[in-house]
């Protein structure tokens, strides 16, 4: 049986752990050759130990996002050896400091703001060309619903995915009339390391996994997802459009 992603090229930010590992390993078995990136040499290692075990293949990418030439060179060694690619994952991120905002020095805004807006917009303009030359070019942003509620003591963590909201926004407005489909994914509350680094007192046992976010990222990359500009909610299980202020 053919495989629903078989010789599509998908890119995967912060593949090593969490989310955008347990997306690597999904879109692999769903046929897809996942360009893996991530900061560890040996989280990607063992990342690819894991798809290459069931039949899957990888290329893995060593790159902290905060070498915005990087992710260019990223593009054009892409372009140079697939001439294309169909599945852009923005999942990299950083939570930041957890304090009063009055409190947070520069550095650690400027640290957050890099990887989690900065870094997909460099991801965006670099790898767009790549998208249009697929038949069908699907990127999915990985967002949180800190974006909306705005909670005390994560304000770095809560500015940039709203930032993120809006230029991933942005973008599926500018591409609506190609092939390509830009949307965004919202976990919620995931049984990850970066989770429990925020929550300390939480159970994990009471979150859904990694692997379950995952099964619903997949749909969006392929082919048959014609959605654009939407936002997916994984805890209510529904995709839901943004509404203009009243």
């Known amino acids: 049986m053919t495989k629903p992603l078989a010789s599509r090229i998908a890119v995967v930010t912060g593949a090593s752990r969490g989310i ?3 997306t690597a390993v999904a879109l692999a078995k769903a046929g897809a050759h996942v360009v893996a990136v991530a900061r560890t040499q040996g989280g990607l290692e063992e990342l690819d130990d894991e798809i290459r075990k069931d ?5 893995l ?3 902290n996002l905060t070498d915005f ?10 372009h140079e050896r697939h001439g294309k690619i169909d599945i852009l994952v923005g999942n990299a991120g950083v939570a930041g400091p957890s304090s009063p905002l009055g409190h947070i020095e520069l550095k650690p805004w400027n640290d957050v703001m890099a990887i989690n807006v900065t870094a997909n917009f460099q991801l965006i303009r670099c790898m767009e060309p ?3 030359q697929s038949d069908a070019g699907r990127a999915v942003f990985v967002t949180s619903g800190a974006a909306n509620k705005a909670p005390a003591y994560l304000g770095p963590y809560a500015a940039s995915k709203a930032a993120l909201e809006a230029l991933v926004r942005v973008w599926a407005e500018e591409t609506a009339n190609t092939r390509m489909r830009v949307n965004l994914f919202n976990p919620g509350p995931i049984r990850t390391r970066m989770r ?4 300390p007192g939480e159970d994990p046992m009471t979150l859904d996994t990694p692997e379950q976010a995952a099964e619903f990222i997949v749909p969006m990359c392929e082919p048959a997802w014609d959605a654009t500009g939407k936002f997916y909610d994984f805890k209510t299980r529904a995709l839901m459009s943004f509404r203009s202020p009243a």
Request: without cysteine.
């Open 20 to 22: 955008g590992r347990a």
């Open 55 to 59: 039949g899957g293949s990888t290329t």
């Open 61 to 63: 990418v060593p790159l």
């Open 69 to 78: 030439d990087g992710i260019a060179r990223l593009g054009a060694a892409l």
């Open 130 to 132: 790549l998208l249009k």
């Open 196 to 199: 429990a680094t925020v929550f």
